[in-house]
DNA sequence: CTGAAAGCGCTAACAG
DNA sequence: CTGTTAGCGCTTTCAG
């Protein structure tokens, strides 16, 4: 079995309350105490028992990260870029970590276990019944990429606006006057300030949008392609894309080679995400660098300070910046 | 304050003992009882508390994922899909799951709290002392995508040597003889593996493998290029390589671009893992699948089964198969 | 089928 | 600075 605060407290002749304090408040113990304690511990391997604790303390230190997205999957590369953020923070201040979406998270709810959760991560698109259910349970709540207008919550995203003028601004060095917009099905909020940040870029640069040029489509790279291949295929076509994620970027691409077009000699390319693909691509793609994992350790550290009634920021901002590559 | 078992008891009228039965045993409570039980219980808005209830088992059901490579970053591609699995499984299973790399392990170890975990998962390449440790201290280990001698422990592992198989009777098929091995810095367990799978799979086709066609570089897409460029550069040159990553394939691509010759025309190849930039390629690259998030959940399976003392099998091999697309 | 009572390992007053 | 003591919420014999 393994050793309890019992055995330390015997073999070291102290009480168990001295033991305790000899390991969570070793300032209040005397040095001497505090040596013969450890010592003890260390002889019978002695841990303290982190259950016993938070029982004892009436808290779980348990939070979640939970995921909203229709998609199967859970961990794509931006939102495992987040987790990975969420994960490293979490376990440096000794939180317990659930990570899960956001359906799994209903169809699991039944389950008693899971609502010791003390704070809860939302990382996209979220259900305002979803917010509603913890704000009524008392669990804190930290929003990621996204926010939501009605609930007056703390939310960590990226400088999206800045991140669409950099590129835009490239382009226009670059020497390109039509520059098309392509977009991937992405959350509300992330399309809302993507289109506004096109916009409101375009403008300050004195370059017109014609509505043709700005076209949705699916986030896969074939159905980009699609699209891409319908824009570039008139005479008078836009000599730069701005795609909204790597992965149109690379639709685009496809596209460009399909039509002959060189890269970035007829038709200049940027990304948004700087995922992986980007050094893959030939050339390789420029594209917009968000710090994922910061917005996870940042939403960690504010759900951390809003459990413990600090006050914190209402939303903030994680700067992007341009990884400049060969493609424009 | 949130309910407990008391309010529940003294609502319904019945004692604790039987509120408590009536979630964890609803088979040893009277019908009748029990849907008082539950009233009371939906009144109160009661949840049982799973850390007193964890306390009074005298268990944690908290289980640990370690990622052991060298790379700062403790998700990629292929770590998150069998994350993701191991996730899900765990989350099914009520299982507390902590995520994190061995490096990281070991520095947050001396903290206590770390140590409460009843099984833990290693993923890659664990080194032996930790695995030792692990055992000192009696916590059930399983192995995924490794294996080590000399330790009597389950793994989970995909079928490697069938992947390269595959692989190379497609190109076998598609008229190729001469077919290189390019290789990335994988663990050794990894390599080792593809390795010998490729040896014997150019054995059984009857073809030779020319000690010049089989080379080493690092994992990234421009070590893998240089290299390639080196590889088929010559007059003598081989018509297809198999590459051990889709990243290493696509750096071959890229030097393929570079001389000229066109994937799949001149230049056949393939890579492994069936990751998501198989389809941003273009020509999209034919792939081996393994299937990442199934090698997750067996691992939990086969940490739970060990957990509870079921003899568990000592080596799962999750097959693989062939994603065919344009490179070949 | 149900109840009483004794813990599980640790912490937090409250005294000394 | 240290010891005593009373819980934290739930499970589980052991009786009834």
Redesign the interface.
Known sequence: MKATIYDVSRLSGVSTATVSRA?SAPGQVKEDTRRRVYEAASALKY??????R??ALQR?N?IAYLICKRQA?????FY??I??GI??RA??L?L?????TAD?WRQ?AV???S??VEGVILGGDAAPELVSEFQARNTFIVLVNNRMRGFDLPCVVADEREGIRLAAQRLHAAGHRRIALMMGGYSPYIVGERYAGFIEAMASLGLPVSDADVTMCDR???SAAMSAMKLLSGPDRPTAVLAVSD?VA??V??AA?RLGLSVPGQLAVTGYDDS??C????PELTSVHVDVRRMGETAVDLLRQGMDGVQTPRITVIPTRLAERGTV
Do not use: H, W, Y
């Not at 999957?73 to 590369?77: A, S």
């Not at 317990?96 to 899960?100: A, D, E, R, T």
């Not at 050094?279 to 030939?282: K, V």
């Open positions: 390991f841990t303290p028992n982190a259950i016993a938070d029982m779980s348990r999957t859970i961990l794509d590369e495992a870029g987790c990975e994960m490293r376990n440096a000794n317990q970590l659930i990570v899960s799994d699991m389950n008693a276990q609502k010791q896969s790279a074939a992965v690379a639709g691409m496809k080679r992986a693909i050094n893959l691509l030939e």
